[in-house]
């Protein structure tokens, strides 16, 4: 018994030695350890560096943004300070619902009651309660949700209504857009500015991809600036924590020539051509002849810019795009050389009708001609034939260099991408002969405007252009307006006095292809065209009635021309009557506008200064509106004004309807006969999202008057001419 106690406390004798050296060599290694780690921390606090990398530097640039100022794009102008294209700053809305979203103050950041969260953005975004629970409540777990279309494109307005709201986890980003609040409105020539993101910067930008937009891009573009700065835990800005900063140097913007009184008239005109006549396309241009001045310009098919509609099918700038052969408009250029070259002999007689020209046989539009006839009447009957003969006894050779002289076949470089110079054919007689009369040569619109402005400068041709000044962001300009004469004058102020002439007896009733263009009391001259179309399938031309490009151009006053109006139309489906007529459907009621211009019955004096309305009582303000010759309309229930739709000191055209919000229930109005521009400027005040369908004014509308509206609502209207 003693021998197994002894044993016993032998074991449990060698188990306590056996425990105490564990023990020892665990104490000696955590002490080995946590002298390591203490060697560790003072080395890094004493040396500042990990692995070579310095952690002050590291700890700098984990507090540290780098933040980009964003440039305004320069806004485009019509000659009257018009706004024709500017910024517009639009948001998306969020919401984040992952629960680990803490601030610095132990304040959440993300959705806390989704309940109260959905009743409340339902009276901002177009979207239900419910349907705003079911974008807070996933199938999945997510860091964050948007709110579907609903949620995109939002207004600054509406932006700052969400915003007081004070809503935890409720977010926005921005994003640049371009707003064009005119719709179609020379859609080709001002061009479009869309968003791209720059992979190597980070950062989304407004680029121009079409017409002036993409044309003076750089002009526009300006430069972002930057700031940096430090940040505390939750990325908000510490205080006096700027360490460098760049201001951003805002785009430089554009004032055009276009005067959108005529612009919006010449659109109307085309767009009642569009709908009723159906044609494949139509060109328009209104000139100032002598300075170059594009006063008004569009094409049929165009887009509207804001909501891009119709640009898959119209991508296409055919004024300069496009090339074409003019047919008798060019005869124009023909009379002016063979008058300079002394190759014109008025009272000689030829047989009209047909030419044969190296066993091809040239008709002219009438058949059988008018018998044996001067050459004083082959250019307002437009005879093919005696252009024929008038070439012959030009010469081959003094005709080109007249064409070379015209610039054909060369680019005119007016401010738009894309120009195609066109071809002359001029190998054979043949050849020779039908550029007489504008077959065999492919021109496009702006060429045939710079040889047209000929006309009012002595033989002097001068550049198309678009753009009447450029200033910077302050409002200082950088370049202003500069005629550009184009090459040497091509022929005297005799010649043009002839050409002109004969344009006048064009209108006869007797034996001018043009009467149907005569205005009653006023002082033009036109000459009209009927080219055929190229049969790019077999080859020839088109067969049948509406197979040709119809065009007329017309100038006032006749003997001392300053404006020019020069329109085609390609190809009308519907030819339901003659070309002249649907041709001066646009010419005559343009060039009526044109004529009151030039007599200065349209001046500066139809632009007013908008002064601030708000503050005022409704009364007040319709009041001054009256004395400016404003139409003044109110939304909202309220009496005060707190909000209205054009800026104080931006530039509104006399007669037209100006917005102004006051508080209180907004009632849906009746909208008919409103134009595009009201939609747009009761848009923007009041949040509703409208959808527009045709072109004019409206004529009908999906909401009933009086009905109550809010932000976000949605409103069809269609508008006819």
């Not at 898959?312 to 004024?319: A, D, F, G, Q, W």
């Not at 369908?693 to 209207?717: A, D, F, H």
Request: aromatic content about 8%; charged content about 20%.
């Amino acid at each position: 018994m003693k021998k197994h106690n002894s044993n016993l406390n032998s074991q449990k004798s060698k188990a306590h030695k056996y425990r105490f050296t564990v023990g020892r060599f665990l104490q000696v290694a955590v002490a080995l350890v946590f002298l390591v780690f203490i060697g560790r921390f003072l080395y890094i606090g004493i040396s500042k560096t990990v692995s070579g990398e310095d952690l002050t530097k590291k700890t700098e640039q984990l507090y540290m943004r780098n933040q980009v100022l964003k440039a305004t794009r320069g806004t485009i102008y019509d000659r009257n300070g018009l706004a024709i294209a500017q910024d517009s700053h639009l948001y998306t809305v969020y919401a984040i619902l992952d629960k680990s979203s803490i601030n610095y103050k132990n304040k959440p950041e993300y959705v806390v009651n989704k309940e109260e969260t959905a009743v409340k953005l339902a009276k901002v975004l177009p979207l239900s309660s419910s349907q705003i629970l079911h974008y807070l409540n996933p199938a999945h777990p997510v860091f964050q949700v948007q709110f579907g279309t609903a949620g995109i494109g939002l207004t600054k307005k509406q932006k700052d209504q969400i915003e007081k709201m004070k809503l935890p986890g409720i977010k926005f980003f921005e994003t640049q857009s371009r707003l064009y609040p005119n719709g179609n409105f020379a859609s080709h020539v001002i061009g479009i500015a869309s968003p791209e993101y720059d992979k190597k910067k980070r950062t989304q930008n407004l680029v121009g991809t079409m017409g002036l937009e993409a044309w003076y891009n750089d002009e526009l573009s300006g430069k972002d600036g930057y700031q940096i700065s430090s940040v505390d835990a939750s990325n908000f800005q510490t205080p006096n924590s700027v360490q460098n900063f760049q201001p951003p140097k805002n785009g430089n913007n554009l004032y055009l020539t276009i005067d959108s009184q005529l612009q919006e008239y010449l659109e109307s005109r085309l767009s009642y051509v569009q709908n009723n006549f159906a044609p494949v396309s139509m060109t328009a241009v209104v000139e100032d002849m002598k300075t170059g001045k594009i006063l008004a310009t569009s094409q049929r098919p165009t887009f509207n810019p804001q909501t891009k509609k119709g640009i898959e099918h119209s991508y296409r700038n055919i004024l300069v795009q496009d090339t074409y052969e003019p047919g008798s408009v060019f005869k124009v250029l023909t009379l002016s050389a063979a008058v300079n070259s002394g190759s014109y002999h008025p009272n000689q007689y030829y047989n009209s009708g047909s030419v044969t020209v190296s066993g091809s046989v040239i008709h002219d539009w009438q058949p059988h001609g008018w018998g044996s006839i001067p050459f004083s009447q082959a250019f307002p009957r437009s005879s093919n034939t005696g252009f024929v003969h008038i070439e012959q006894q030009m010469g081959a050779k003094t005709w080109r260099k007249y064409l070379n002289k015209f610039h054909i076949g060369q680019k005119t470089n007016v401010t738009l991408p894309g120009e195609q110079p066109g071809i002359i054919a001029f190998k054979s007689p043949i050849d020779q002969a039908v550029t007489s009369f504008g077959q065999g040569v492919n021109v496009n619109v702006m060429q045939m405007m710079q040889a047209f402005s000929s006309l009012a400068n002595d033989g002097q041709m001068v550049k198309p252009q678009f753009v009447e000044k450029i200033t910077n962001a302050e409002g200082k300009i950088i370049s202003g307006y500069q005629v550009k004469n184009v090459g040497q004058p091509i022929y005297s102020k005799e010649t043009a006095q002839v050409v002109l002439a004969n344009m006048r007896r064009v209108l006869n009733k007797q034996i001018g292809t043009g009467s149907v263009y005569r205005i009653k009391g006023e002082s033009i001259a036109v000459k009209t065209g009927t080219a055929q179309i190229a049969n790019l399938k077999s080859g020839g031309y088109l067969k049948g009635d509406n197979n040709y490009t119809f065009s007329v151009v017309g100038v006032t006053p006749a003997k001392h021309p300053q404006y020019c109006i020069y329109i085609t139309v390609k190809q009308p489906r519907k030819m339901t009557k003659p070309a002249e007529v649907i041709l001066s459907s646009i010419f005559k009621p343009v060039m009526n506008r044109v004529i009151l211009m030039s007599k200065n019955e349209v001046d500066d004096s139809t632009i007013v200064k908008i002064p601030n309305f708000t503050g005022m009582t409704y009364s007040e303000a319709q009041k001054k509106a009256r004395q400016l010759g404003l139409r003044l309309a109110k939304i909202g229930s309220g009496d005060k004004i707190t909000e209205q739709s054009i800026k104080q000191n931006q530039k509104q055209e006399a007669g037209k309807r100006m917005f102004v919000m006051t508080s209180g229930k907004i009632a849906c109005p009746n909208m008919k006969n409103w134009t595009i521009d009201d939609l747009h400027q009761f848009a923007d005040l009041t949040g509703a999202k409208i959808t527009i369908q045709g072109t004019g004014v409206v004529q009908e509308q999906s909401r009933s008057v009086n009905s109550t509206i809010k932000s976000g609502t949605k409103i069809k209207v269609k508008l006819k001419e």
